[in-house]
């Protein structure tokens, strides 16, 4: 089953920001997309940082995926550039099929260090995927709760304070 699973770099147009709108994640950053596709007509192959996984011609998992460049480091030794992830959902009907995973593995597959801010009661998920809290330094976390992983040769960053 998880090797028919396809992970694919989501087009920005109508089409996928209507699937969109199932994910409880929906929020600015897909607004303004839609709002440059009312406002231009953009071509299939407008950069989106979101990948997705489909089960037919359902969007079932997202994410979002940033690179992060090593000037703006503040996790990871010796400093160098990350991907955020963000807004990782997989619809209520598709969790626990290994979908999460496999959006997941694809992050670590361009062997990155990462970083995201889980979403409440996703803490198990994100530790089963490998991931570590930071540990806090406030002056750069600002209330987030940022969970870490490193592929190998790289440390987390030890907080200044």
Do not use: C
């Amino acid at each position: 089953m998880m090797d028919t699973i396809q992970v694919q770099k989501l087009v920005v147009n109508f089409k996928t920001l209507e699937e969109f709108k199932r994910f409880k994640e929906y929020g600015n950053q897909e607004l303004s997309m839609l709002e440059d596709l009312q406002s231009n007509i953009i071509e299939n192959d407008s950069v989106s940082p979101f990948y997705g996984v489909y089960y037919g011609n359902a969007l079932v998992a997202r994410m979002s995926l940033y690179q992060v460049s090593s000037r703006y480091d503040d996790y990871f030794e010796p400093p160098q550039d990350y991907l955020e992830l963000w807004k990782l959902e997989v619809l209520p009907d598709y969790r626990n099929k290994g979908y999460g995973k496999k959006l997941v593995d694809f992050a670590k597959s361009f062997k990155l260090p990462i970083k995201t801010n889980p979403r409440i009661n996703s803490h198990g998920f994100w530790e089963k995927m490998g991931f570590q809290k930071a540990k806090y330094d406030m002056e750069r976390d600002l209330g987030e709760n940022p969970l870490i992983w490193t592929p190998t040769g790289v440390t987390e960053k030890t907080p200044s304070s």
